[in-house]
Each structure stands twice: as structure tokens, then as C-alpha cells.
């Protein structure tokens, strides 16, 4: 049974430190409090030669990403531990321990530093703008001040899990299609390339006509061939450009504002933005944050800049002594579900219970259109491949079957 190292006070004020042994942690500090005792630190005993702290990998390789699994197992951990009575500067500690991720558990550890320092978790935090964003801040901060933030951080833990979830159920039905784009790509650059040139040699030893698919096909390659790096730098460039014009702050506006009228997957960009909003807002409104402040932030989180701009219009329209559903109905971005169910939760004074509503519609309707869209992008893509194998045998197969027929009628 492993033993722990603590600190505590009695009710008197007294300072106490020793050893106790207990399965776990939670335990521990159950145990310390029968005795009377408030615990100010604690953490497990260390055998005689060990370091409190493995040494992180030096890899050149290293990567300085936290990913959000890794970070919902940590808001998820802080919030057990707090709310089982570990001390704050204590769960950081064996958190930063605990996690496999080399620079996370540097960024932990950092953030322990600050709070030992005298800083308040939501202040160390916010030291890490590249790791911890401004849900995460916005959440902590109003736990901090309305005294519950185990509970608060038991609701961001939620949060990024279902996030997680989300990403999840959408990359695994895109999975599919994306393997045939590239396998179809794949199949035709040999074909072009490796195949159809020892053809072309067999086709020019023959005095035959070659048939229109052939034709086509040879002029196609002849037209790549000499100018492949027109062709390739043309599209190379036009994606690099396209991609720096959208992380651009006027080219996301713009492209922000415009995919949510993109056939097919503008209703998808949409319900994910909704839902996101959602469940951002309730989870800051819940927390006991001011309906504008949480506007805000909700407007940095949801990665969308142009529902960014139509909330902070939004908030300041609050400012001004309007209520929520009428602000939010001069904007065409938000639907008449959504509207209706905000206007039913300001009424009746519960609109966390009418935005959890909103989330879980929207979830069983993303899940339910990434299926339909994932049913339908298959057989397309499977009939254009089709096609293009059809294509591709005609242009090989029938000069050699015109060979193969006057061969025979000579003999």
C-alpha cells in the first residue's frame, strides 16, 4: 500500500505533516479528515533514489501539441481530484507527473509553479494562450468565483469530451471516401505513368489507326508530359494561395461566412457551429458567468469568425438593454429552432435546460446527415471510378483488339 506525505491544519489552526498509508490519494485524504485534519498538500512517497519526476523525452522530434483527449484527461482528473478534497497545488503535481505527453506535463508543471507562487489557477493558465484557450480561461475563472470549480471543471471536462466525440464520429465517416479519392489518384498516376507508355510503344510498331479513347488518352498524356510542371505548380500554388488567403483575418472572414452556403457540406458546417455555440454557452451561462461576458468568449471558441462578429453585435445589443432572442433574430445565421428554444429558456428562466435541448438535437441530426452524407459520397465516387477504369480499358484494350482481328484475318 503505497504512502503519502502531507500537510494539514487542525481546527485551531495548527500545522501537522507526516505519512499515511491509503490505497489512493482520495483516501488519503479522507482518512486526514475523520481525523479532524484540513489537508494543504499531499502527495505519494517517493522510494529512496527516485525522482519525483520522470525525465521527459529530448526527441528532436518532440512535439509541442497538446491534443484535446489529452487535455479532457486532464480537466476531467483536476476536477476528481479537487472535488475528493486533494489540494490544488497537490493535483497539479501528480497530474504533471502522470501525463505521457512530455510538454504537457512541462506546461502542468508550470502552471504548479505559478499557483505556489500565489497566483490563482485561472491566472496560471492564461500563461499557456497556445495550450489553454479562452473556453478553458473563461470556465476556470468563473468556477474561481462562484467557489464551485470542481463542479465547473467537471463541466469543461464534458465538453471536450463530447468535442472529441464529435471530431470522431466525423473523421470516421470521411475516412472511407477520402481512401478511394486517393487510391483512385493513386491508381491513375502508375497507370499514366508506368502502364500506358510500354502501350504507346506497342501501338507505334503497328501501322493501325488507333480508336478515339486511345487518341484521347494519348494526347492527354502527351499534353501532361510536357507540361507537367505548369499543370502540378498550377495546382500546388492555387492550394498554397488558397490556404494563405484563408488563414489571412480576411480571407477566414470571408471564407467563414460563405461555407455555410457550400452545397452539400455548407448544412453540416452549420449544425457543427450551432451545436458548438450550444454547448459552449450553456456550459459558461451554467458556470454562473454574465450572459455577455459569456458571449464573448463563446464568440472566440467556436472558431468561426463571422458567428464571432454576430455575437459580439449580440452582446453589445444586451449592453444596450435588449434581451437575447431579440438580438440573436435580427441575425438570419441563427434558425427559427434555435431562436425559439433561447426565447422558451429567457421566459421561463431556464435557458441552460433549453441550449442543452438545442446540443443534443443538433448532435442526432450531425450524426444523422454525417451518415446520409457519407451514404452518398460513396456511390458517387464508386461510379466516377468506374467510369474512369472503363475510360482507361477502352483506351488500351481496343487497338489491341483491331491488332489481334486483322492478325487473325491475315492468316
Known sequence: MPTYVYKARDRNGGVFSGRVEAPGIREAVLNLKERGLFVTSIEEEKPLGATTKKE??????????????????????????LEAGVPLLSALGSLSRQTENPYFSKVIAGVASLVERGFSLSRALAEYPRVFNRVILGMVQSGEAGGNLDWTLGRLADYLEWEKDLRDKIQSALYYPIILVVAMIAASFFLVYFVFPQFLLLFEGFNIA???????????IRFV????????????????????????????RFWDERRHRLPLFGQLFRKLILSRFAWVFNSLVRSGMPVVQALEITGSAVGDTYLKEILGKVAEDIRRGRN????????????????????????????????????????KEIAIFVGRLSATIEPILTLLIGAGVFFVALAFFLPIFEMASKGFGGM
Open 56 to 81: 521527459p523525452s529530448r526527441s528532436l522530434f518532440e512535439t509541442k501539441r497538446v491534443k484535446l483527449q489529452e487535455m479532457a484527461a486532464f480537466v476531467r482528473g483536476l476536477s476528481v481530484m
Open 324 to 363: 437575447l432572442t431579440q438580438s440573436l433574430s435580427e441575425h438570419p445565421f441563427f434558425p427559427p429552432f434555435v431562436l425559439q428554444m433561447v426565447s422558451v429558456g429567457e421566459e421561463s428562466g431556464n435557458l441552460e435546460l433549453t441550449l442543452s435541448k438545442v446540443t443534443e438535437l443538433y448532435d
Open 210 to 220: 488507333l480508336p478515339l479513347p486511345t487518341q484521347i488518352m494519348l494526347s492527354l
Open 225 to 252: 508530359n510536357a507540361n507537367w510542371y505548369l499543370i502540378y505548380g498550377g495546382l500546388l500554388g492555387g492550394v498554397l494561395l488558397f490556404l494563405l488567403y484563408v488563414n489571412s483575418p480576411k480571407g477566414r
